[in-house]
């Protein structure tokens, strides 16, 4: 006897009757024997594999299937055999066939010593091509092996003997052909299958119930199968968010929720907004090529207010001592931080209070690395008014990170070129086990917002968000979170 428990429906005893004790059968054998569908199969397989009624049996076989250039060859024909053609044309030397685009620099090599292997053709001594001897309704091994792997990927078993040492010719080739190892999966009933299925032989056809036994009245005189609510269903993988755009999204959310109003703005900024108005001096390291993308040949043409120019140039001049050059404040750049969009605002608006957020993408000419990218998603805020502290700016700083689930935080004193005083956020990172730096944050110098004629304060402060992302998402390097990693993006818990 069996666990009593134990419940077949339709499509378990379909694949069951269709499976011996002794006889492993293939997914594909059960797929034409049971005339059942793949999905159902693979789900039968499941549950059945759950409930200990089949035993599964696997092996590797081999499989090869036609690379890039293997697929370019079985339209195009293999280079040896594009190379006959060129000469058929009338083409009398390398050169000559080099002119004639069938065939690349990279390939003539052995194109001629394959063609002069199949005995096609030889190379005289004044580097005239002969042909030998060629009839093109005959194939040379490489290419019916080609021809006969197609599309598809074959079995190795499936591969004559003279199939085989043509495939390792092939093989030598660079992307000719690929080997592919995959496991094949066998069936067979288990003794307790067989019971239960000995014990089951008289099992409800039907296990839904339609439209069809309503409307006759049929369902009255129907047992139906019944409903295994434990069984294993087929994993989903329904399209979802990136998680970086969730954390956007989260981040957008905590801004509105405290008062903030969102703004945005281009992407390519003029060297004024971008630097001069934030009192960044016109050689500063920042400002080289090495670390900032310029856009070439792009000049800005509308200057700002002439009262404005002058009150940055003037700012500059007393604040660095040295000779501000306009034309290179209008030098076009991919910007490198957020900020050009804020002062913008600030300085056609210029309100009296204002709490304000921008989200968006920033480029840095950085080389690549575990903890840098050269484009990434900055945040930031701004709140003015009459009487705004520090000390405001350090509670806002809480509340928002709050929003965020970070509870841990302090502040640290350090230096930013346009705000002063400057703090550095740190937040503990429980995983790490240790105190991590994350935004930056501080109040605009009078040498910002005097030439913008900024009445009030001006709290800042904004940073990269792929920071938070990696403290977030326990990821050891930014770049993992654009290398889509299909098993990382399905399976990541969406509500953390």
Not at 77 to 102: A, T
Not at 323 to 328: L, R, S, T, V
Not at 356 to 380: D, P
Request: glycine residues 6%; aromatic residues 10%; contains cysteine.
């Amino acid at each position: 006897m069996v666990d009593s428990e134990v419940t077949l429906n339709n499509i378990e005893v379909t694949i069951l009757k269709n499976l011996d004790i002794t006889t492993p059968v293939g997914f594909d054998e059960l797929i034409k024997s049971t005339s059942l569908g793949l999905d159902q199969i693979r789900r039968g397989v499941e549950w059945l594999k759950y409930k200990e009624l089949i035993v599964v049996d696997d092996k590797t076989e081999f499989f090869y299937e036609l690379d890039s250039n293997g697929i370019y060859s079985l339209y195009n024909g293999l280079p040896e055999r594009r190379l006959i053609n060129s000469i058929l044309d009338g083409k009398k030397n390398i050169s000559e066939v080099l002119s004639d685009k069938k065939i690349g620099p990279s390939e003539i090599n052995i194109a001629i010593a394959k063609a002069k292997l199949n005995g096609w053709i030889k190379l005289e001594t004044n580097g005239q091509f002969e042909i030998i001897h060629h009839n093109k309704s005959i194939q040379s091994d490489e290419e019916i092996l080609i021809n006969k792997i197609n599309k598809y990927k074959i079995p190795k078993n499936e591969l004559s003997n003279l199939d085989l040492i043509t495939l390792k010719k092939l093989l030598k080739r660079p992307k000719f052909i690929k080997e592919v190892e995959e496991k094949i999966f066998f069936y067979t009933i288990s003794e307790k299958g067989l019971d239960l299925l000995k014990e089951n032989e008289d099992i409800p056809k039907e296990s839904k119930l339609t439209v069809e036994l309503l409307s006759t009245g049929n369902w009255k005189n129907v047992s139906f199968s019944k409903l295994d609510v434990q069984a294993p269903v087929p994993i989903s993988y329904p399209g979802k968010k990136h998680p970086l755009t969730d954390l956007i999204d989260e981040i957008r959310h905590a801004f509105i929720s405290l008062g903030f109003t969102e703004i945005e703005g281009d992407l390519v900024q003029s060297s004024f907004w971008n630097f001069d108005a934030l009192f960044t001096p016109q050689d500063h390291a920042a400002r080289e090529m090495q670390d900032t993308f310029y856009i070439q040949n792009l000049v800005e043409t509308e200057n700002p207010d002439s009262t404005l120019i002058q009150n940055v140039s003037q700012s500059h001049k007393l604040g660095w001592n040295y000779e501000w050059k306009i034309e290179d404040s209008r030098r076009s750049v991919l910007r490198t931080h957020t900020t050009p969009v804020t002062l913008k605002y600030l300085s056609d608006v210029k309100p009296d209070e204002a709490k304000i957020f921008t989200i968006g993408r920033v480029f840095r000419n950085e080389k690549v690395s575990y903890k840098h990218l050269v484009e990434f998603n900055q945040i930031e805020g701004i709140v003015t008014g009459k009487d705004v502290t520090l000390r405001d700016l350090m509670g806002i700083q809480k509340e928002f990170y709050s929003k965020l689930g970070i509870k841990k935080i302090m502040f640290w004193p350090t230096f930013f070129p346009y705000t002063e005083p400057s703090l550095q956020t740190m937040i503990y990172n429980d995983n790490l086990e240790k105190w991590v730096e994350l935004f930056g944050m501080g109040i605009f110098r009078p040498e910002v917002t005097k030439p913008l004629n900024i009445p009030n304060p001006v709290l800042a402060w904004g940073g990269g968000i792929e920071r938070i992302a990696m403290l977030r998402y326990g990821l050891n390097d930014v770049r993992d979170l654009y290398t889509n990693d299909m098993n990382w993006l399905r399976n990541l818990t969406k509500c953390l």
